[in-house]
Each structure stands twice: as structure tokens, then as C-alpha cells.
């Protein structure tokens, strides 16, 4: 059995994608996964992912973001 823990729910104002994030625990141990969920419209993107890749990612965002204009942040439910 898998336990699944959601961490955030972001709801992005242009285009109007819904963006989870989840914690994924299989019941054996092992790494947690973040799951990454985006709905758009009917059509859903689902990937897991390592802690490692997932820090490689986020810090990518973070410098593209830090390289921008300030803008509205997107509504989280």
C-alpha cells in the first residue's frame, strides 16, 4: 500500500492549470517520491520524482524566477 500526503495545490491564473504536489511512501520503505500532478482542462501530466532531481529542479526555477519582474504569485489552495 501506498500512502500519498498532499503538500500544495496551486492554481496558475494564466491558462488556469492545477498544480499538485504529493508525497509518495510505499508501504515496503525506501525514498519518498514527489508526485507532481498538472490538470489542464480533461488532460493530466502525472510524474514522480527523487529528492535529489527534485532539489536539481527547484533551485532551476528559483534562479529563472529571481531573473524576472515581480508579478502576482498564483492562488494556493
Given at each position: 500500500?501506498?500512502?500519498?500526503?498532499?503538500?500544495?495545490?496551486?492554481?496558475?491564473?494564466?491558462?488556469?492549470?492545477?498544480?499538485?504536489?504529493?508525497?509518495?511512501?510505499?508501504?515496503?520503505?525506501?525514498?519518498?517520491?514527489?508526485?507532481?500532478r498538472i490538470r489542464?482542462?480533461?488532460?493530466?501530466?502525472?510524474?514522480?520524482?527523487?529528492?535529489?532531481?527534485?532539489?536539481?529542479?527547484?533551485?532551476?526555477?528559483?534562479?529563472?524566477?529571481?531573473?524576472?519582474?515581480?508579478?502576482?504569485?498564483?492562488?494556493?489552495?
Amino acid at each position: 500500500m501506498t500512502t500519498i500526503t498532499p503538500l500544495e495545490k496551486l492554481i496558475i491564473p494564466l491558462g488556469g492549470q492545477v498544480i499538485e504536489l504529493q508525497q509518495l511512501d510505499y508501504a515496503g520503505g525506501g525514498m519518498s517520491l514527489l508526485r507532481t500532478r498538472i490538470r489542464e482542462k480533461s488532460r493530466f501530466t502525472v510524474f514522480e520524482i527523487d529528492p535529489q532531481s527534485a532539489r536539481l529542479w527547484g533551485e532551476a526555477l528559483l534562479r529563472w524566477a529571481q531573473t524576472q519582474a515581480p508579478t502576482q504569485p498564483p492562488m494556493v489552495d
